[in-house]
């Protein structure tokens, strides 16, 4: 597993042994529990979810402070932050943060300009996570990080630094935390901590100073850090349900990684795929040109009304999903059929394994968009597709993500076509380094203008 990502060790494991619907292996010292049958799959992530709630990854506030959020928390401690979150990804709430993320893609296609002119080499997925910062510090914080025209800007810089980690420990944060545990390691780099902690009390500090009241993230923070919630136990408000600065801290970060981490990968995999599938890429763009001229302009209905978009993302998300497995612990002891499960075990459930799986999509490596046609949709059982997960625990801020996604990429294919640079290569080596599917040496691109 040494110098394997891994999503594709899990893929590979999961083509072997699929047949048997579970298989259990040892990923260190513990038993790890990998399910390949859909129903199983179910059952785990929402029929019997209350026994199945946690992720089991390395949380750890005390040693690594930005660890204590929504992705990785536990128990009654995530049940609790995830219904104080939810407000913020409302749809009012996105057609916010549409507006903003609209003004960014149209810098992000000016920028491209002259590189367009140029006919340069152009690496996209550095550039899509330059876009989706500005987005994520625009509309999280309040912001404004300008790292379209500043690439070696402090929020890139520390971006960079989140996303590096060696492979081993990415295989301890996800696999055996008790390790970390034990000998008081953080998987966050102290910088990281230190830049974040001290950005965001910054902000805090001056909106209160000035009473600058904004609606966005930081605004939601900033009243439940103020605010007592109703949501222990015997109902009364109670003053530890107000936010600490380091927990408020800790969502903001993880809203940080997750919005411009995923959507720009999602997008730069987009545009391999489309650059490589020219009639794929016309297709899009007589969809795109035609919707705008029917509206007048890129508005939120616009964007909703771009169905083919909708499924060359869904598509992408297919081939290449963001998280390319799905970590659950039995947090109580529970009998699947043919299958009893300890408290305690590990689970597996390994996403790119199933949406790679040709008896579930014939000719998996084929891109095709047609695939997510309502009528073939409505023929794969409802977990063969889990680029956000299922279930409670499902991504929060997915209707962000792809929001910001679209539009970056309608802001880009209005105006450019794309063709593979002969650099990148036709078959993409995804790097062992990587919590996600990251690519080793970037995608390369070479831009032309439409018109």
Same mark, same amino acid.
Request: proline share 5%; hydrophobic share 40%; glycine share 4%.
């Given at each position: ?28 010292? &513990? ?6 049958? #859909? ?5 785990? #992530? ?23 959020? #929504?992705? #990785?928390?536990?128990?009654? &401690? ?10 913020? %990804? ?6 916010? *943060?549409?507006?903003?993320? !609209? ?14 002119? *140029? ?72 910088? =990281? ?5 001290? *950005? ?5 500090? $001056? ?17 439940? *850090? ?6 222990? $136990? ?10 600490? +600065? ?44 035609? @919707? ?18 909708? !499924? =060359? ?27 009893? =499960? ?18 579930? $999509?014939?000719?998996?490596? &084929? ?17 063969? %597709? ?7 625990? +499902? ?7 792809? +929001?910001?996604?679209? @539009?970056?990429? =309608? ?13 990148? !290569? ?26």
């Amino acid at each position: 597993m040494e110098n394997l990502s891994t999503g594709i060790f899990f893929q590979d494991m999961y083509m072997k042994y699929k047949h048997h619907g579970a298989f259990g292996l040892y990923t260190f010292f &513990k038993p790890n529990l990998v399910i390949a049958d #859909l129903e199983l799959i179910q059952t785990v #992530l929402i029929t019997n979810f209350d026994n199945f709630h946690d992720r089991g990854f390395y949380c750890n506030e005390k040693i690594d402070p930005l660890t204590g959020h #929504l992705f #990785l928390l536990p128990g009654q &401690k995530w049940k609790n932050m995830r219904a104080k979150l939810t407000p913020t %990804f409302t749809l009012f709430q996105i057609k916010q *943060m549409f507006k903003i993320a !609209k003004e960014i893609g149209n810098n992000f296609a000016i920028y491209l300009e002259n590189k367009a002119q *140029m006919k340069e080499s152009i690496e996209m997925k550095d550039m899509f996570s330059r876009y989706t910062t500005d987005v994520i510090m625009s509309t999280a914080f309040g912001t404004d990080s300008n790292c379209i025209n500043e690439p070696n800007n402090e929020f890139r810089i520390y971006g960079k630094r989140i996303l590096k980690a060696n492979s081993i420990w990415v295989a301890i944060f996800m696999f055996a935390p008790q390790i970390m545990e034990f000998f008081s390691i953080p998987i966050t780099h102290r910088s =990281v901590t230190k830049f974040y902690m001290k *950005m965001f009390r910054e902000i805090v500090e $001056y909106r209160r100073i000035n009473k600058i009241t904004r609606n966005d993230f930081i605004n939601l923070l900033m009243e439940l *850090m103020e605010n007592s919630h109703i949501d222990n $136990y015997d109902n009364k408000p109670d003053k530890e349900t107000k936010l600490t +600065m380091t927990e408020a801290t800790a969502q903001s970060f993880a809203f940080f990684i997750a919005g411009f981490e995923t959507s720009s990968a999602t997008a730069s995999y987009a545009l391999f795929e489309l650059a490589q599938n020219e009639n794929i890429q016309d297709k899009l763009y007589d969809e795109i040109d035609r @919707v705008l001229k029917e509206y007048g302009d890129l508005t939120y209905n616009a964007l909703k009304d771009m169905t083919y978009l909708q !499924k =060359v993302i869904d598509e992408s998300m297919r081939k290449y999903p963001s998280v390319p497995i799905l970590n659950r612990i039995c947090t109580e002891e529970i009998d699947l059929p043919d299958i009893h =499960v300890p408290k305690g075990t590990l689970i597996t459930i390994p996403v790119l394994g199933i949406h790679r799986d040709p008896t579930i $999509y014939p000719d998996p490596d &084929k891109f095709d968009p047609e695939r997510f046609c309502k009528d073939e949709k409505e023929k794969r059982h409802p977990c063969a %597709f889990l680029p956000f997960g299922k279930g409670q625990r +499902m991504c929060i801020g997915a209707q962000f993500g792809l +929001m910001q996604t679209k @539009v970056g990429l =309608v802001s880009l294919l209005l105006n450019y076509k794309f063709k593979l640079h002969p650099r990148s !290569k036709k078959a993409l080596i995804f790097s062992e380094k990587c919590i996600g599917l990251g690519v080793k040496g970037g995608i390369y691109f070479i831009i032309e203008p439409r018109k």
